[in-house]
């Protein structure tokens, strides 16, 4: 009757161990910076939304943190989010390095999709093509091929952004008929925020290297438009103890304006407009073992739900 194609949107799990690229690959798929990327693994703590709305579709990407083995509570919190994530999803995209070997945590991740309770179709996306010359990538990619044999495969490069259109594509196959989820324009607002934070704990980490080795958490205080082109951001850096808010600070506070600029600038580069960021530290005595300081933060305890 109408000439109408039929529109999809839909929930994309984005899964796979730290370093794989899952981040790179979102921000190529957005064409912006969205999800914080970095040479360092486990930038990414929560699970955030990064939405591509397209003329046909709309997908919502759920940026799972890796799945990993942690002695303390936060690491368990990423597990179940993780899984979550993925029984939430319309599709799993499965992202894996294939210029790295196998390892267990591939394998992990392999197992729970496989045993196929979770009742949602995969996407294998073997990444870093470029990486691997075209004469060693069938030996480089058996093993891979092997580890979810009903996964739809595809081959990427989010560098390059070589087979991501036919990614892409493939996605748009396994979601339902749905309207839009988000009004296009307010994509970027709701996501904003959390974005900053990310940003904020990514530049603390390049900064300070392993001297406050994950014991950061970021809280946006406040987040407000100054007239039409710039935004001001309020930002507390929450660390575990006394010494590490010394040396997040750093002599004369050089410390802090470093992380500060660096995260402004990247701040800037996302959202496209200039940045005022007022950043502060305070301590707070071991919040990663806390239940009430990590709902703050945006931990959700999902079993109490
Ligand atoms: P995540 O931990 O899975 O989110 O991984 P990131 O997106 O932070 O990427 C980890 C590293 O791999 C970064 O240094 C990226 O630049 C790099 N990377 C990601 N995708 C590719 C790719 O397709 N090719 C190459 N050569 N490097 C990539
Ligand atoms: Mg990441």
Redesign the pocket.
Known sequence: MSDQKEYRSGFVAVI??????????I?ALMGQKI?????R????RKQQLGILSMDNAQLIFT?TP?LHFEKHKLGKRMNSEALLALMDSDVIMF?V?I?ESISDEDVMIADILKEGKLKVPVILAL?????VSSERLESKTKRYLELVPNAEKCF?????NKGLDELVSKIIEFLPENPAFFPEEQVTDYIEREISADLIREAALIILRDEVPHSIAIRIDEFTERGTDGAYIQATMFVERDSQKGIVIGKGGDMIKKISTHARVQIENMSGRKVFLNLRVKVKKNWRNDDHTLSLFGFKDKKKR
């Open positions: 796979g161990k730290p370093n794989v690229g899952k981040s790179t690959l921000n999800a914080a990327v970095s040479p693994p486990q930038t990414t940026d890796g992202v390095d210029f990444n870093k093509i470029d990486k990427i490069s989010s560098v390059t």
